[in-house]
C-alpha cells in the first residue's frame, strides 16, 4: 500500500521481490493478479495519473519476473477506510 506522495525516487522494493517470489511459486502454470491500493481520490486526474503509473511500473516489474497475469491499482480515500473499519468491527 502507498500512502501520501509517491515519488519514483521512493520505491519500496519489497513488493518487487513478493513479485519474483509468487513468478517462482506459480512456475509458469495460471494467471496471477498484483492489486496496488493508492490514497487518493478518484475524481482527481492527477491521483489517476499517479495510479496509471504505478499499474505501468506493476506490469513492467511482473514481466520482468515472467509473471503472467494483471497489474490494477485501486485508489481510496479516508472515507472509505472509515466505513470499512466500522463496518467490520
Do not use: P
Amino acid at each position: 500500500m502507498m500512502y501520501g506522495a509517491w515519488s519514483k525516487s521512493i520505491i519500496d522494493m519489497r513488493y518487487v521481490n513478493l513479485i519474483n517470489l509468487a513468478g517462482q511459486l506459480k512456475a509458469g502454470r495460471g494467471l496471477a493478479i498484483v492489486v496496488a491500493l493508492i490514497k487518493g481520490s478518484a475524481s482527481s486526474g492527477a491521483d489517476r495519473a499517479k495510479a496509471e503509473e504505478v499499474k505501468k511500473r506493476i506490469q513492467y516489474d511482473m514481466m520482468q519476473a515472467r509473471l503472467r497475469g494483471f497489474g490494477k491499482t485501486l485508489l481510496f480515500d479516508e472515507n472509505q477506510v472509515i466505513t470499512t473499519k466500522i463496518r467490520f468491527t
